[in-house]
């Protein structure tokens, strides 16, 4: 157990995030930790109790609260208590640090925002680099990733909102999914009954859209793997989206078909009449025994073919999704695999780093701190190669317990980015939910409501009175937003 003690300061969530990085749950650590601020300096002792012995680390700054916001002010005492923290740490085990101890899951926006506190850009590079102690790779690629996004949000339509419909079955479950699904021959029988429902929560929603005044600018339909769906539902959901919608001012219109081996060429006829203008293939590997040891249900033979089969059918954007650090993958067979896929030429990649939310220790045996190293190579081998290839990353997170602590960035070809990836990054426009495992998001001036879908599809039928009622709940929040009449 990892047990905090915090004195003078207190930011758990981020103290608790990186305490885990170099402890796993089952092992006993008691970290404690002074805080103070005087005469323009800050300083945090902190001393970690670890199997018997004791650690310090007695970190002081430099730095003048006078003029400076809350957030600034905020962000520099909570990098000075993690900075401290992991300097204590570093001298227990060695960890992989490129991002240096910046916390949070959106380094981008961190770099965005110290842009709207005023500050240059070699100003937020010395802050990066001095403060966070992040690489200069990485901060270059933060600061890419903020122009990149910024060209985006700008082009936000006012009274716009995206609907995000998620599709919570998969064919199979592979092995490092954290998402919400299903495995479809457990629970394929729930299908047509979440179906049936879906289509009811669609006119509930055009009900809310038609009297918030708003209008649909994205549509991204995820899961799960919606292509779980047959054509004749697609058929069926689509004509329902247009016959219940005004989809006029509609600019982007997802499907993430993610398997191939649910992708045909009636489905994706479907879609492409429908107006769909982004489907996602995605290989994860395109080494045919990882595909086999992550649980997934085709090779990388099926991989080409659902790609030849799109872009004849004309899908003109084709995003591909990559997982660095998938178990027993070489770096070499890591940067196979992205060659492979480059080679295909499609219009967006995003490379995962593998997220691990097994057993704590797992994360600590010797070969996954190997790893750590290895994932580095990859992410750098991939920064490079996008490069190279005249992909621009263009959003970016980072998800607790990502292997080496690393990110995940979505690169697009010029002209090719997607607004609506950006704004789940950013949350500048409201998203409506729907189907399963969804979470709809208000944006309420600098206020954020969230309302959630049931995740299960079982429990999403059986308790659908409950996603009405959510969806009045939505419209009671968009009274709140700045709409005009
Ligand atoms: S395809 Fe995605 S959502 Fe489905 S099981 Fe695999 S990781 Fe999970």
Redo the contacts with the bound molecule.
């Keep these: 157990m990892i047990l905090i003690i915090q004195n003078g300061y207190s930011c758990d969530y981020e103290m608790n995030l990186f305490a885990s990085l170099f402890f796993g749950d089952d092992e006993d650590v008691i970290i404690t930790q002074n805080f103070s601020y005087e005469n323009k300096n800050i300083n945090v002792y902190t001393h970690i109790v670890f199997e018997g012995k004791s650690y310090f680390e007695d970190y002081n700054f430099e730095f003048d609260i006078d003029n400076k916001t809350e957030k600034l002010i905020k962000k520099i005492f909570i990098a000075s208590c993690t900075k401290s923290l992991s300097h204590a740490a570093l001298k227990i085990r060695k960890i992989n640090f490129s991002w240096g101890v910046m916390c949070g899951i959106r380094p981008a926006k961190n770099a965005r925002e110290l842009a709207d506190e005023g500050y240059s850009e070699s100003e937020i590079r010395g802050i990066f680099k001095n403060v966070y102690e992040v690489s200069d790779e990485k901060t270059d690629l933060a600061l890419t990733v903020a122009n990149n996004e910024k060209e985006l949000l700008n082009k936000i339509g006012k009274n716009s909102v995206s609907l995000y419909i998620g599709i919570p079955f998969?064919p199979?479950?592979?092995v490092?999914?954290?998402?919400?699904?299903t495995?479809i021959r457990t629970s394929g029988k729930y299908m047509s009954a979440f179906f049936e429902k879906l289509l009811l929560e669609i006119e509930k929603t055009a009900e809310l859209i038609n009297e918030t005044g708003v209008y649909i600018e994205n549509i991204y339909i995820g899961?799960?793997?919606p292509t779980t769906l047959s054509s004749e539902q697609f058929e069926v959901l689509m004509k329902k989206l247009y016959d219940v919608f005004d989809l006029s001012k509609l600019i982007e219109f997802t499907v993430e078909a993610?398997?191939p081996d649910t992708i045909n060429e009636e489905k994706l006829r479907v879609l492409k009449k429908y107006g769909v203008n982004r489907i996602s293939i995605?290989p994860q590997s395109m080494n045919d025994k990882t595909l086999k040891k992550i649980?997934?249900s085709h090779s990388v033979g099926m991989i080409y073919d659902a790609y030849k089969t799109a872009k004849i059918i004309g899908f003109d954007i084709i995003n591909m999704d990559l997982i660095a650090g998938l178990p027993d993958e070489t770096v070499e067979e890591f940067n196979n695999s992205l060659n492979e896929v480059i080679k295909l030429n499609p219009e967006n990649i995003t490379v995962h780093s593998l997220c691990i939310k097994r057993a704590a220790s797992f994360r600590h045996t010797k070969n996954e701190l190997a790893k750590a190293d290895d994932m580095n190579e990859m992410l750098s081998y991939t920064q490079k190669r996008m490069k190279d290839e005249g992909y621009i990353p263009y959003y970016m997170y980072r998800q607790k317990n990502s292997s080496g602590n690393l990110e995940n960035v979505g690169y697009a070809k010029h002209g090719t980015m997607s607004t609506y990836n950006v704004n789940i990054m950013e949350e500048k426009q409201t998203i409506i939910a729907l189907g399963g495992g969804g979470s709809s998001k208000v944006i309420i001036g600098d206020r954020i409501e969230r309302v959630f879908n049931f995740k299960d599809p079982l429990e999403y039928v059986r308790r659908f009175d409950e996603i009405l009622t959510k969806k009045d709940e939505i419209k009671e929040l968009m009274k709140g937003c700045d709409i005009d009449e």
């Design positions: 998969c199979t479950r592979c490092y999914c954290s998402f919400v699904s495995d899961g799960g793997t993610g398997r995605n649980g997934r």
